[in-house]
């Protein structure tokens, strides 16, 4: 009797035995889901988004000035008394300023342009560089001045120059400064809306080219 429960025993043993290690050992295509997985989190796109605050502090002064004339009474000069008030008041304000980015994975942040070769966008690509090329181009405009300005004051104040040069370089000095903060480059060149939307298209496409759920994320 017992020799019988130990031949069932052994029997039920080796049949389940390759099942279970079955179960374990994943097949080539879960391998394959799970590589597309991890490649798909690694390249995904996303925005993300930040918020700043900023404190400001504004300061203003008002000064009045009034001048009052009265006619000589015991001479034949007249009188005058000038009264000077001066007030000042100053505001404090906090801004909060939104700022988003583009990830690849969650960890590489794209600049516009690189973003845009991503997605193939090469029109707006084009847009982009040749804005960026104009500013670049108003910015070293810009430094020429800042430069020129420098010399004229630094050197002209060291020869002795007349004040027309010196007054010259900081007059190119600060233009110089004026059209570098004018040709500042933005933070982007593209909207978030655009960026949102070409985002979603981009990740569909990789989903389907993997041959991953749509819901998958």
């Given at each position: 009797?017992?020799?019988?429960?130990?031949?069932?025993?052994?029997?039920?043993?080796?049949?389940?035995?390759?099942?279970?290690?079955?179960?374990?050992?994943?097949?080539?295509?879960?391998?394959?889901?799970?590589?597309?997985?991890?490649?798909?989190?690694?390249?995904?796109?996303?925005?993300?988004?930040?918020?700043?605050?900023?404190?400001?502090?504004?300061?203003?002064?008002?000064?009045?000035?009034?001048?009052?004339?009265?006619?000589?009474?015991?001479?034949?000069?007249?009188?005058?008394?000038?009264?000077?008030?001066?007030?000042?008041?100053?505001?404090?304000?906090?801004?909060?300023?939104?700022?988003?980015?583009?990830?690849?994975?969650?960890?590489?942040?794209?600049?516009?342009?690189?973003?845009?070769?991503?997605?193939?966008?090469?029109?707006?690509?084009?847009?982009?560089?040749?804005?960026?090329?104009?500013?670049?181009?108003?910015?070293?405009?810009?430094?020429?001045?800042?430069?020129?300005?420098?010399?004229?004051?630094?050197?002209?104040?060291?020869?002795?120059?007349?004040?027309?040069?010196?007054?010259?370089?900081?007059?190119?000095?600060?233009?110089?400064?004026?059209?570098?903060?004018?040709?500042?480059?933005?933070?982007?060149?593209?909207?978030s809306v655009y960026a949102s939307n070409k985002i979603d298209e981009y990740n569909l496409a990789l989903k389907q080219k993997l041959n991953l759920p749509l819901s998958y994320e």
């Open positions: 009797m017992h020799m019988k429960k130990l031949i069932v025993t052994l029997l039920l043993l080796s049949f389940l035995a390759p099942l279970s290690f079955a179960q374990e050992v994943p097949t080539p295509q879960s391998e394959q889901e799970y590589v597309n997985k991890l490649f798909y989190r690694h390249n995904k796109l996303e925005i993300v988004t930040k918020k700043r605050l900023i404190d400001e502090k504004q300061r203003y002064n008002y000064t009045d000035i009034d001048t009052f004339v009265y006619p000589g009474v015991n001479t034949y000069w007249p009188s005058s008394s000038t009264t000077v008030t001066s007030q000042s008041s100053s505001r404090f304000e906090t801004k909060e300023i939104n700022e988003w980015y583009i990830y690849m994975g969650g960890i590489s942040e794209l600049s516009d342009s690189e973003f845009l070769k991503l997605v193939g966008d090469d029109r707006e690509l084009k847009r982009i560089t040749e804005l960026e090329n104009q500013k670049a181009g108003m910015r070293a405009f810009g430094n020429l001045g800042i430069g020129l300005g420098l010399i004229a004051m630094v050197g002209g104040a060291a020869v002795s120059a007349s004040q027309g040069v010196i007054t010259g370089g900081a007059v190119a000095l600060t233009l110089g400064f004026v059209i570098n903060s004018f040709n500042a480059s933005p933070q982007h060149y593209i909207s």
